[in-house]
């Protein structure tokens, strides 16, 4: 019941759990407890329920108008943009309690989610490295007559670098122009070198404020 109300991201009730129950009790004929807990998991990992984000149509609503969602379909929404999964028992709970469209409940639980780290996945991971191409740059090819230091160690700090530059603009509820006209980035040795960015020692990465002819992120190794 647990488990099915998470994955479902809604209260289950008896005639939900049935079907789970008796790929249960299937697994337990063909095996031993495990095999019925791993039959019953199977049958809620391939349930519609699970693998499809489906807000229902109210009844009356006349197509291509606009209509409210529910708390539990905004909770999904909410969980799944900042997340990139399934709510967590607090958001669903404040779902089911039907207060999560209340404008400072929400705030709060955005604000809760972001603090999270997997909201840096999802929005920092996924969202910034497919809108900025970061997943190609492992694939650039550079001639080693024109550029004998470049190597694996800089690619991979390039794009470390874009991705805590995007996550400090997100956690610092920053004004998105800054993505673009920012006085400071994040290096470690290998890239402060590269970029002639002096007293700058170790792997680790700090941040740094940039000279003035560099500014945001289109200046950045990744992106250029």
């Known amino acids: 019941t647990r488990l099915s109300r998470l994955a479902f991201r809604r209260p289950v009730t008896g005639e939900d759990v049935a ?9 337990r004929t063909e095996g031993d407890f495990n095999r019925g807990i791993q039959r019953g998991l199977e049958r809620v990992l391939v349930s519609p329920e699970f693998l499809f984000r489906a807000e229902r149509q109210q009844a009356g609503a006349k197509p291509g108008t ?29 779902a089911e309690q039907g207060k999560l469209k209340d404008p400072k409940v929400l705030e709060q639980q955005a604000r809760r989610m972001l603090a999270d780290p997997r909201s840096n996945d999802a929005l920092v991971n996924d969202f910034a490295a497919q809108w900025l191409n970061l997943r190609r740059v492992p694939e650039v090819v550079v001639d080693p007559r024109y550029y004998p230091n470049f190597d694996e160690n800089l690619l991979q700090a390039f794009e470390k670098e874009t991705e805590m530059f995007v996550a400090s603009t997100l956690q610092e509820d920053r004004s998105v122009m800054d993505l673009v006209k920012a006085d400071y980035t994040f290096v470690n040795e290998r890239l402060a070198r590269h970029y002639g960015i002096p007293n700058v020692t170790g792997n680790a990465f700090r941040r740094v404020t940039l000279p003035a002819e560099r500014r945001g992120i289109l200046t950045q190794g990744s992106v250029l």
């Not at 079907?19 to 697994?27: C, E, I, K, N, S």
């Open 66 to 94: 606009a209509v409210s969602i529910s708390d539990l379909e905004l909770a999904s929404r909410l969980s799944f943009f900042l997340w990139g999964s399934i709510p967590d028992d607090e958001l669903l709970t404040t």
């Open 19 to 27: 079907p789970v129950l008796a790929f249960y009790d299937r697994g």
